[in-house]
Structures are given as C-alpha cells and as structure tokens.
C-alpha cells in the first residue's frame, strides 16, 4: 500500500478486542520455545512481518512447528546450523534476541534484515558478547548487519550497561542462561521486563534486584511455555490518542498488557488530562486487562524520566502534544534517533508540515500546542511514524505515503481504523 488518505474524525464510542497481539511478547515466545524441554503452546501469536521473521527463523533453526492458525505448538532438540541466511526484516528486537540466543549454540549463523535495519546499531550487543568470549562479526566493526555468528563457549559476566534498552537486557540473559558461571546484568533504568517475567514462569532461575538481574546458567532445559499473547499496549496506544484528540469520545482497549513498564505513554496522557481507567482481568506471566480512554481537553507535559518505558509510543504521543494547550518537552530520548528512522527528525518534520511549531533537541523535542493542518506525510519507512501521522489525520485530515511497514507490527490496523473514520487507502 503506497498512499492514504484520511478524514477528520467525528465523536466515537466503542470497544476494541483485536488491538494486534504484543510484539514484544511474541518474538520473545517463539525463541524460548527454543530452551524448553517439551512443546510450548502459545496463543494469539502476532501475525505481522518481525514476529513471523522470528518464527520462520526459530523453524530453520530445527524446530518443529505445529500451527493450525490459531494456535502454535513449537518443540525443539535444540538449536541446529542452518543453510540459510536468517531473515529479521525489519525488526531490532529479532536481530539482538538472536545474537544472544545463537551466540552459544554450536554451528554458525548469518543475521540479516532490511535496508533499515542492515544500518541500526548492534554494537550494543555484539560488544559485550564479545567480552565474554562470544564470536560474532559484523560490517563496521561489528556494528552494522549482516551479523556472522559462530557458536563459542561464553565466560559468566557482571555487565553493567549504560542503555536502558530492553533489547541488549534480552541478549545478555540469554546469553547468560548457557554462560559458565553466575551472571549479573545492571541497566541504568528498567526497561520492559517480559524476558525475567516468561523465562522466570518457565523455570529460570533469574533474581531481579531492582535494575540488577542475577542470572544462574540453566542446568537442564526449561519447562515448555504456554501463553496466551495479550494485546499491544504500544498498537492500542493509537487509538487511545485517537479517543484523547476526538471531542466527545471514548474508547475501551481490551485484553492488553497491563505491564507497568508498558503502559507508561497511557500514564502520560492521564497526566495530560484524558480520563483514563485500567481494569485488571488476568495475571499470567504478567497483568492484562482493559483500558478505558475519554476525550478531555490536552494540556502540555513533559515527559523525561522512565523514557524506555514510552519509547514506542513517543510519535503518536506528540500528536497529542500537538493537540494540547501549552508547550510540551520529550527529554532523555536521544535513542529515538536509532529506530526504525531518527524518530526525533521525522516527527519534527512532520508535525512541521502540519504547521505545528516544533523546537528539535539533540535528545528529544519542544512541541507548541496548535491548530494541525492537513499535510502530505512520508513514513520513511517507519511503521509507527505512518501510523501517527493518519491519527493526527482524524483532527484535520491527512495524506500519508509508505504505508507497508504498518504490517510489520499492526496488519489488522486498517481495519480497526475504519471503525472510527473514512480511510481512502490507494495503491
Ligand atoms: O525488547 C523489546 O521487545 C523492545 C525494546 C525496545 O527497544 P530497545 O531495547 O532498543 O530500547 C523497543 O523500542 C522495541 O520496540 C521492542
Ligand atoms: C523500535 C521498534 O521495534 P524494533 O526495535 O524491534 O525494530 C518498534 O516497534 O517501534
């Protein structure tokens, strides 16, 4: 799909059950599989492009998966080498779980992905597998995809990184679990925490100490997982900016993780002053539930702490910084930069097209509240730069471009859209 347009929104009042499933839990899902002693039975898997990357590469490496469209059953005897080069399109969090999980296994193996990410950092995590006696390489020294993999025997470690990233935390306990010795990995803020939350359910042994992770290697396979995948709160958060900019609205965002290191964007935008109510329904591995948003007048925020928290939903957000009385600042988030595009330049490029005054920092932005214009929107590439710019068109009305990378995270996000708004989509 190349191009939409989109009309201004009328006042709307629903209920929606099929936000994606959570990206984050489904790539994590299909990769453990790979540790468990047994077959792991997971539900509501996201069909879209990085985690279904994440599966074909979980069957080249050996294992065996059952999937009857519905529900996936994957067992494994083990990671196997594979002839092919393994695929992570576009997606950072399949490339750096990989590097952690085949940095042990025995045989070698060949990372890739799309023009995005063949130029996003993985120095991050090819460093300090390096350190503890991993064998990986890389164009720019190891930091630029294709990543070549050979399996080595790792040295146990005491990591303390200087990012916040959820990302190289994932990697480095991986790692840890075939290390030769008790790991420690110290994050300087805690990042999403589903990798300690699934691998504790499925018997590791991993103690979180505040943003300390004290890893102790498996000593036999784990217990097989079965999950039912919630849905994204990062997918829902669309539409709760949607509800919060449409006068007279309100929306109720069913099943979604309720994870207190996901839901910190919906925390800003109460703060914002949209009334918002979480109802917990369940507790598997983590709280799930549903999420109530209504419109009221926006006004300013500034948003610097727990950024890793919101690190997602930071484009959409600042469509609703656009909409809110006052000035709002997005501090400390300078690894919007090294997203799927510098996340900094393209909303303040767009929300400028939008007539909307935008001052850019190195680490993040200024946004004057305003009127927003009709405009014309590149994504770049970026699905959750496409999916930003057509919800601040339920205001205004707008025109976005690039728009297949939407699949990469939110394929059914079309659809849901409709319920709420006319969407010309034109190939
Ligand atoms: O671990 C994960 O599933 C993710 C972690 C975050 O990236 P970083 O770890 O680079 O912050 C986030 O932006 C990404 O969408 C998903
Ligand atoms: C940054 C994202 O994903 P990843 O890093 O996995 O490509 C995202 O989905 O916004």
């Known amino acids: 799909m190349s191009r939409v347009v989109v009309s201004s929104s009328n006042s709307f009042s629903l209920k929606i059950s099929e936000i994606a499933p959570d990206k984050s839990i489904s790539h994590r899902s299909v990769m453990f599989a790979m540790l468990a002693d047994g077959t792991s039975v997971i539900e509501n898997f996201l069909r879209a492009e990085d985690t279904l990357n994440s599966l074909a590469i979980v069957k080249n490496l050996g294992a065996t998966v059952v999937d009857d469209g519905k529900i996936i059953k994957i067992s494994s005897e083990g990671i196997k080498e594979s002839s092919e080069v393994l695929d992570c399109g576009n997606s950072g969090t399949g490339m750096r779980l990989f590097c952690g999980l085949l940095s042990s296994a025995d045989g070698h193996f060949v990372l890739t992905g799309d023009k995005y990410l063949r130029s996003r950092p993985m120095k991050r995590v090819t460093l300090p ?16 995809a294709p990543i070549s993999i050979r399996g080595a025997s790792l040295k146990a470690f005491n990591y303390e990184s200087k990012i916040a990233s959820a990302q190289v935390k994932s990697c480095m306990i991986l790692a840890a679990l075939r290390a030769d010795g008790v790991c420690t990995y110290i994050e300087p803020e805690l990042s999403r925490d589903h990798t300690e939350r699934m691998l504790k ?10 943003l300390k992770s004290t890893i102790t290697p498996m000593k036999k396979l784990l217990s097989p997982l079965n999950i039912r995948v919630p849905a994204d709160p990062s997918s829902a958060f669309f539409f709760a900016v949607a509800a919060a900019i449409t006068p007279n609205s309100d929306i109720t965002l069913e099943g979604v993780t309720l994870n207190p290191t996901r839901i910190e964007a919906f925390k800003a935008l109460e703060k914002m002053g949209a009334n918002i109510n979480y109802e917990i329904t369940d507790n598997k591995y983590e709280p799930i539930g549903n999420i109530q948003i209504k419109y009221a007048p926006l006004k300013a925020i500034t948003v610097e702490d727990n950024i890793s928290w919101l690190i997602d939903e930071l484009p ?7 909409c809110a009385e006052g000035e709002s600042i997005v501090k400390n988030a300078e690894e919007l930069r090294v997203k799927e595009s510098d996340r900094i330049s393209t909303v303040v490029e767009g929300l400028r097209s939008c007539s909307i005054e935008v001052h850019e920092y190195k680490d993040g932005y200024k946004i004057v509240g305003g009127e927003l214009q009709k405009s014309l929107v590149d994504s770049d590439g970026d699905h959750r730069i496409a999916m930003s710019f057509i919800i601040a068109g339920l205001k205004c009305g707008m025109e976005v471009t690039d728009l297949d990378c939407i699949n990469t995270s939110f394929p059914n996000f079309f659809e849901l859209l409709q319920k709420i708004t006319k969407v010309d989509l034109q190939r």
Do not use: E
């Open 316 to 322: 959409v957000l600042s469509i609703a910084m656009a």
């Open 201 to 210: 359910g499925m018997g590791a042994d991993i103690a979180v100490d505040g």
């Open 129 to 144: 597998l390096k350190n503890i006696g991993a064998k990986l390489d890389g164009r720019a020294d190891g930091d630029l």
